[in-house]
């Protein structure tokens, strides 16, 4: 009996083994014949860098089979198989890898929802591997150099080093990058990248996958022609493949330790990211279209683009969000419905006063316009409204204009002056149906009469206290966080001006101290011609600009022709006044000059790429630069310049700055962009680091113009410490300092295209990237060979010598000038 009982169990754990499904370990980077991946179970690629399972994104209660960064703390998918046919369960779906060598995607009651679908017959040779790369590849065991099946091949919204976009010419399709529905949703969104399929070597970015909105320019066997940034190819190795077979472009990183992705993002913009650790987050490197109401259709039908607030999407009056789940989602594609309907649209007989129409101003007109011909804005209006359909009209010096249907691509704007009358049911609008009753309306009148005489009474009232006020304390009149100063008290709070900070190109500063003992700095502003409305505006836009390297505004006073800024006031005053003074006690030391390069590189950082619309300061230098009791730095007089939007091709009407720190653009006339403050921070490093001015005339009248000395000491490979504030005796850290040189004259190359941005500056001063050495730029070459009156700083002139010394150029100075950065290895 006992030994029948062996038997039998022998026998049913036997049954069992054959009857478990044979799951792979999790960690593995393989998934071989008759294997399968189910619940919380993953493969990890070799090094680690990817891994591969079932996923749910944000609040989603759906499941996915995906790759994603293992390395990389934020959750980023880069590949989704099942996009468009979610899953409820993942404990009971499986990714297998089946005998005929497919890897297939069942569902909870074993249903295909996705495969390979490969026609190769290697059946039990196959493995599906993991790679480092992020490619998820099927390959023959026999030999895994070659791949059968790649994600690479059919990616989602990501497109990742070594992949590949492109266009197959036997079958004539495309590779789509195309974006998630929505941050919850991966199905396919409604914005594509492709290389165009009209066989030209440019790419393109649709709308619903007809609507060409935006392209690369062709490719000129360098960089795509309207895309300049890639001249400054410091990180990236761009390629384009054209053969028999195929057209594709592909890239890789100089550096594999960079963490970098291009994305089809749900916003319509195609951006390029790259991970920092030091902040655990994803830096925006570049992104197209630059503005982003530039992508069509955004905000979808009815749907207005704003790129001065958040979100950019609204609904016109009249209209509420059509689906509000994914509006609130940032899926503005479903756009906008009706809150009543038109009178026309109920099947009535359609009465002209039940319908009106709302002037809506300063828009960018929507698309797809339809041209009548019309004696004037009365025919026109009237030929929209004698048709159900029209859903609006303009009239201007083209014409009559009307639409059919939803309308696309508005956007609203201060700099566009075009008028549009969109159509509304009566009781949609202020003005009522016209058919209310008799009675009600003279209540309606009556009212509104009583309240204005309220109101003025309250208006008289409040006018006889501020005029008994008079110079009694401080104005309070409070804008937004800002507080409007009256004219009399900062008068009074800075003892009638006269006790100077300092000036500059836009004006004197005074020191000042309200009622409450707020120590101020009070800026008279000199040659604003604005009104009182546009100066107020700009204003309260420089107000909500708050960063730890940027100097607070208080408030403003704005009365008749005057125009005065407050500031938080400064202890240490200016950089300037540290660097180039004589007492030794004062001087800064090496780690404070560097912590205040490195903070005014963040400041500029945060101006140029994180503020609604990019701001050019117009005016680095050493005197804009002020030092708080601890002597951090923080930029001031920003967004005194002229605001400009994120167009790179802008020109400044005026030019503003200080000789000695302006880019050669603002002379020779061309675009000015954010690089020329990157111009004026090199200048302003150089300074920093030598501790005087760049530009110094001695006693014989020669002019030692300091750049061009650390330009040839950096390509010559001499002792860096030469370079160094002689103030300073030699203390400093040589790798931060030969960091600084290199990047300051990096900074300072003629051709903007060749200068950094000052995110990728912040990255080199902290030590995230390295940079490799400049050449001289051009216009130092040319200014000692031209300029007998210029000499240089030597050995001996660094230490207050007037001797001076000849520079040679070496061979290493032909180098082609374009930036070149690589990643560092160091945490």
Not at 37 to 66: R, V, W
Not at 338 to 344: A, D, G, I, V
Not at 438 to 465: N, P
Request: aromatic share 10%.
């Amino acid at each position: 009996m006992g030994t029948r009982n062996i038997q039998f169990f022998l026998i049913s754990v036997l049954f069992l083994c054959l009857s478990l499904k044979p799951h792979l370990s999790t960690g593995a980077d393989t998934i071989s014949v008759g294997q399968s991946l189910s619940g919380k179970q993953t493969i990890i690629s070799e090094d680690g860098n990817f891994e591969l399972g079932f996923f749910t994104p944000g609040n989603s209660q759906n499941y996915y089979i995906g790759i994603w960064y293992k390395k990389v703390s934020a959750p980023t998918y880069v590949w989704v198989a099942n996009r468009d046919k979610p899953l409820s369960d993942s404990s009971s779906s499986e990714l297998k890898l089946l005998e005929d060598g497919n890897l297939v995607l069942l569902n909870e009651s074993k249903i295909l929802i996705w495969s390979t679908n490969s026609t190769s017959d290697t059946s039990n040779s196959t493995v599906a591997m993991l790679l480092d790369t992020g490619n998820l590849a099927l390959r023959n065991t026999l030999n895994l150099s070659v791949s059968i099946w790649e994600s690479f091949d059919h990616p989602s919204d990501t497109w990742l080093p070594d992949g590949k976009i492109g266009l197959n010419k036997l079958t004539n399709k495309t590779q789509l990058l195309t974006s998630w529905r929505n941050s919850e949703d991966p199905a396919p969104g409604m914005f594509t990248l492709e290389l165009d399929p009209g066989g030209t070597s440019q790419y393109l970015i649709h709308w619903n996958q007809s609507k060409q909105y935006w392209t690369s320019g062709t490719w000129n066997g360098q960089i795509f022609s309207l895309v300049p940034e890639m001249r400054s190819n410091y990180i990236y190795n761009f390629s384009y493949v054209t053969n028999e077979k195929e057209n594709y472009f592909t890239y890789s990183v100089y550096n594999k330790s960079i963490i970098s992705r291009f994305v089809m993002d749900l916003s319509g913009q195609i951006k390029q990211y790259t991970w920092l650790e030091s902040s655990k987050s994803w830096n925006l490197f570049w992104a197209q279209p630059r503005k982003q109401c530039e992508v069509y259709a955004l905000c979808g039908p009815f749907g207005s683009c704003n790129e001065a607030v958040l979100p950019f999407c609204g609904c016109l009056e009249g209209f509420d969000p059509q689906f509000p789940k994914d509006w609130n989602l940032s899926d503005w594609s479903g756009g906008c419905m009706r809150k009543t309907p038109l009178q026309c649209e109920l099947g009535t007989t359609v009465i002209r006063d039940e319908d009106r129409f709302l002037h809506i101003s300063n828009i960018k007109l929507p698309a797809n316009p339809q041209s009548l011909a019309v004696l004037n804005a009365e025919d026109c209006k009237a030929s929209c409204l004698n048709k159900c359909s029209c859903t609006g009209y303009a009239y201007g010096s083209d014409g009559c204009s009307i639409w059919h249907g939803g309308l696309l691509g508005l956007q609203q704007s201060s700099d566009d002056d075009s008028d549009i009358y969109l159509r509304l049911a009566a009781s949609d609008l202020s003005g009522g149906s016209g058919s209310k009753k008799k009675g009600t309306v003279t209540w309606v009148i009556v009212g509104a009469i009583a309240g204005v005489i309220t109101l003025l009474g309250f208006v008289i009232v409040l006018s006889w206290c501020w005029w008994k006020r008079g110079s009694v304390g401080t104005s309070q009149a409070v804008e937004g966080s800002l507080v409007s100063f009256g004219y009399r008290d900062l008068q009074s709070a800075t003892k009638n001006f006269s006790e100077k900070l300092g000036g500059g190109g836009f004006g004197s500063v005074f020191k000042g101290t309200l009622p409450d003992s707020t120590v101020i700095a009070v800026k008279k502003l000199e040659g604003i011609s604005q009104g009182e409305k546009q100066f107020r505006s700009e204003v309260s836009t420089i107000g909500t600009i708050q960063h730890l390297n940027l100097v607070r505004l208080h408030g403003f006073c704005t009365e008749s022709t005057k125009r005065l800024l407050v500031y938080e006031y400064m202890p240490n005053g200016s950089l300037d006044s540290h660097l180039f003074h004589q007492k030794e006690s004062k001087v800064l030391d090496w780690k404070t000059r560097y912590q205040i390069a490195l903070g005014t590189a963040r400041g500029l950082v945060y101006l140029h790429e994180k503020c609604r619309d990019c701001i050019i300061h117009c005016d680095i230098k050493p005197e804009n630069i002020l030092l708080d009791a601890e002597l951090c730095p923080k930029v001031a007089d920003f967004g005194l310049a002229k605001l400009v939007g994120r167009e790179f091709s802008r020109v400044l009407t005026t030019m503003r700055g200080t000789r000695g720190y302006l880019a050669p653009e603002w002379i020779s006339g061309i675009a000015v962009t954010a690089k020329a403050d990157v111009y004026s921070y090199g200048m302003m490093l150089f300074e920093v680091i030598s501790g005087r001015r760049n530009s110094e005339q001695s006693e014989d009248g020669k002019v030692r113009f300091f750049p061009t000395w650390a330009a040839n000491k950096l390509i010559e490979g001499e002792e860096i410490l030469s370079l160094l504030d002689p103030k300073l005796e030699g203390n400093s850290n040589v790798e931060e300092l030969n960091r600084a040189c290199r990047v300051a004259c990096w900074c300072i190359q003629d051709d903007e295209a060749h200068r950094p941005s000052m995110g990728q500056v912040v990255q080199i001063l902290e030590g995230v990237l390295e940079v490799n050495l400049p050449p001289i730029p051009r216009s130092l070459k040319v200014l000692a060979e031209n300029h007998e009156d210029i000499i240089f700083f030597t050995e001996s002139s660094s230490n207050q010598s007037t001797q001076g010394g000849s520079t040679s150029v070496t061979s290493s100075q032909t180098k082609s000038s374009a930036l070149s950065l690589t990643m560092s290895s160091k945490s």
